[in-house]
């Protein structure tokens, strides 16, 4: 399996600047998600790898070999297209094997690979179905089968659930990273959807509006740690607060105006923000609050506020809060009991608590 | 459920009225007309009776003939311009298309004429071939099959490139990147995938050449030198030379026939759409 190097990529349409100077290295034989919201550029690096454009700038190397110049149908890349382009006049069968006919493979053989590829995405009983009447979650297979049998180094997805309901998005989603552990093909997986890409990538990149990445990292160290308000936004929910750094006796504090001084932990990587003069962020999510009614110990941090609106979801219940200073606070409680023992209701008078350490501090 | 009211239900009907009347009037009657011409003779029979030899056979034979391959040459001819135009031309498509269409603002004389001046003994083709030195005496285009050939081309193009166009305009391209994709070359994602699924348009096209060309005998007479006869001469003689309609008729209903059987025909092998996969 070979990684996929993107050097110094730039690609504009019709004047338009979609991708400047952009570098990425996307490790071998691991699922990498690329999430951005709709224009970030990340559909168009998808196909910027797969060879349906070519770069203004840079070069784009599998492992060693430098395929910037090289034509769709000679990259070791496969695609799962986002309306999957299955072709109309063919079976399932037809589909499948199409890349194995056009190389001229024997057709035992062919039969041999389409059986067992169908039987790994479930669709056995559909080989000689016309495409046209498969449901959407079986066009899906259908694509995503006629990709793998040709065993790429690479299988590019673009956004391939974005069609399918809820729950079967859900499904489909276990089913990838399943097949992706068992090939060890290298996924490049895009999507806007961060609920997908928190799900199946073992690395992620997150792309901005600038179509420039803003981080890259594994679900979690973005999820927890985020570079900027954009990916904690981006990525999840979080409640944003506006304040200065101050440092009294050797603990840090983000001095928020009328509301006072909260205390915030820097790790060693983020000395340089204590030189900062400017306002810092800080970042607290919803699921890191503990709200209570009554007066509580044991937390470093803690503010008032009034309960604006609650919005059940099942498993949690989301809880909007009013600050002093005009601030609304999204709040997530777990709902672990039938029968909380407080039972929180609109305009009651709340304590937030939170511990420092769940706090990020981000500079833009 | 509230009924919709009678009213409402009628509308679409008598919105149809006006066009169908003109169907009626203006096809479906003369057709009877004629159909009723070709009975009409002595016996019922006899207005049919002097084409059942061989040489009509042939002139019948000879419209198909053109016909066919007047709709293949176009076929082959205007795929490349119409994939062109829908793939490749950017942002030349409407000007491109407006030269497409521009002929049509002529009349057809004009047209005849003009590849009469360029095909003559002394005309651009042999005037620049002589100069070159490469041929010694001007080559006789004109008064051929040939020519004809050329002319029936030139004239029926457009209406091949027009419906060939509008299918490949709509085409997805996803499809053509999903082939390439998966290996295939440009050649192979022709055969298997952009042909297949146009081939409604090819039809389209096909016959919208195949039908008009079967009648047709100006340009024969023009660019053929009269030498041979075809179905719009014989019937233009019948009914506007000799003036016996009956007969003329009669040839019409026959000719009619085979052109029905041939287009059926055609139509048959033109809908294997998958005959080009399996291989």
């Known amino acids: 399996m070979r990684n996929i190097k993107i050097e110094h990529i730039s690609k504009s349409f019709s004047g338009e600047l979609i991708i400047e100077d952009l570098s990425l290295t996307i490790p071998a034989g691991k699922f990498f998600a690329l999430l951005g919201p709709s224009g970030s550029g990340k559909t168009t690096l998808l196909r910027l790898i797969g060879g349906f454009e070519t770069p203004d700038t840079g070069r784009i190397f599998l492992g060693n070999d430098d395929i910037t110049d090289k034509p769709i149908n000679q990259r070791k890349i496969n695609t799962v297209f986002q309306n999957y382009a299955l072709f109309p006049h063919l079976n399932v069968y037809e589909n499948v094997a199409y890349s194995q006919s056009i190389k001229g493979v024997p057709a035992d053989t062919i039969r041999e690979k389409v059986t067992r590829i169908l039987k790994v995405v479930h669709l056995s009983a559909q080989i000689d179905k016309p495409v046209s009447q498969l449901s959407g979650g079986q066009q899906q297979r259908v694509a995503f089968a006629r990709a793998i049998i040709n065993e790429p180094d690479v299988l590019l997805l673009d956004e391939p659930l974005a069609a399918l309901d809820f729950k079967l998005r859900e499904k489909i989603l276990i089913e990838l990273i399943e097949l992706q552990d068992k090939l060890k093909t290298t996924f490049v997986y895009v999507t806007h959807d961060q609920f997908e890409a928190l799900t199946v990538a073992d690395q992620m990149a997150i792309m901005n509006y600038d179509g420039q990445i803003e981080q890259i990292g594994t679900p979690k160290e973005i999820y927890e740690f985020p570079i900027s308000t954009f990916v904690a936004n981006f990525v999840g929910t979080t409640n944003i607060f506006k304040g200065s750094l101050r440092t009294v006796n050797g603990q840090h504090y983000i001095d928020i105006a009328d509301m006072g001084l909260f205390q915030v932990d820097i790790p060693a990587q983020k000395d340089y923000l204590l030189t900062k003069k400017h306002e810092m962020f800080m970042s607290v999510r919803p699921e890191k609050f503990f709200i209570s009614k009554k007066p509580v110990e044991g937390f470093a941090n803690h503010i008032r506020g009034s309960v604006e609106s609650i919005v059940y979801h099942g498993r949690s219940t989301q809880y909007n809060v009013r600050l002093k200073n005009g601030q609304l606070v999204q709040v997530f409680e777990q709902n672990e009991e039938h029968f909380p023992q407080e039972v929180i209701d609109y305009d009651n008078e709340v304590y937030l608590y939170w511990q420092k350490e769940n706090v990020v501090v981000l500079e833009r | ?279």
């Open chain 2, 1 to 279: 459920m509230k009924q919709i009211p009678h009213y409402q239900q009628v509308k679409p009907f008598f919105l149809g009225i006006p066009g169908f009347v003109w169907q009626v009037l203006f096809f479906y009657v003369p057709l009877l007309c004629i159909i009723g011409l070709s009975f009409s003779g002595a016996t019922w029979l006899s207005n049919f009776a002097p084409f059942m030899r061989a040489s009509y056979f042939t002139v019948i034979g000879r419209s198909l003939m053109l016909a066919t391959l007047n709709a293949t040459l176009c076929t082959l001819v205007a795929y490349p311009v119409a994939y062109f135009l829908a793939f490749r031309a950017g942002r030349m498509k409407m000007p491109l298309l407006f030269l497409v269409i521009l002929p049509f603002w002529n009349n057809f004389l004009v047209h005849i004429y003009a590849w009469t001046f360029v095909l003559d003994h002394q005309g651009i083709v042999n005037t620049l071939l002589l100069k070159l030195n490469l041929i010694q005496t001007p080559i006789h285009f004109l008064n051929s099959f040939p020519a004809v050939v050329l002319m029936m081309v030139y004239f029926y193009m457009p209406f091949m490139i027009l419906p060939l166009y509008a299918a490949l305009e709509r085409f997805d391209r996803r499809l053509i990147e999903a082939s390439l994709d998966l290996g295939a070359s440009w050649w192979q994602t022709m055969r298997h995938v952009l042909i297949p699924l146009s081939m409604s348009g090819i039809r389209t096209g096909f016959f919208l050449v195949f039908i008009p060309s079967f009648g047709e005998f100006i340009i024969p007479e023009f660019m053929g030198g009269n030498k041979n006869m075809y179905v719009g001469t014989v019937v233009s003689d019948f009914i506007l030379g000799t003036q016996t309609v009956g007969q003329g008729a009669a040839f019409t209903i026959m000719s009619s026939c085979a052109l029905i059987i041939a287009a059926g025909i055609l139509y048959l092998v033109l809908s294997r759409t998958k005959c080009l996969v399996k291989g």
